[in-house]
Nanobody
Framework: QVQLVESGGGLVQTGGSLRLSCAAS????????MAWFRQAPGKERELGAG????????DDAESVKGRFTISRDSAKNTAELQMNSLKPEDTAVYYC??????????????????????WGQGTQVTVSS
């Protein structure tokens, strides 16, 4: 089992920045790929950014490219999402996700929601115009 705890959401003005953090426990960092998904009201949950088990490869949604950066700290077993130049359309609940341990090779970044088996409780990000 993998447990995920998110922190760092909040209210920010357009153009501002926020940093989300996700602490994982239950499995070593190298066993799991991690990602940040988001879900706006009335919409499906979608990938924001993902990072492979090794941390060597990443995948970002087109809507956040150049603005969001995902990273991970293997020693602390955490994953962070730095969000810059925030827009009102980034308003959503952000969920940290972890793949099933050993699911993929160390350099593959899962991008489909079905490839993730563990989820955090979510943290609200609101961007005011």
């Amino acid at each position: 089992q993998v447990q995920l705890v998110e922190s760092g959401g909040g209210l920010v003005q357009t153009g501002g920045s926020l940093r989300l953090s996700c602490a994982a426990s239950g499995r070593p960092s190298g066993d799991i790929a991690m990602a940040w998904f988001r879900q706006a009201p009335g919409k499906e949950r979608e990938l924001g950014a993902g990072i492979s088990r090794s941390g060597a490869t990443k995948d970002d949604a087109e809507s956040v490219k150049g603005r969001f950066t995902i990273s991970r700290d293997s020693a602390k077993n955490t994953a962070e999402l730095q969000m810059n130049s925030l827009k009102p359309e980034d308003t959503a609940v952000y969920y940290c996700a972890a793949s099933i341990p050993g699911y993929s090779n160390r350099f593959y970044t899962p991008t489909d929601i079905s490839e993730y088996g563990y989820w955090g409780q979510g943290t609200q990000v609101t961007v005011s115009s």
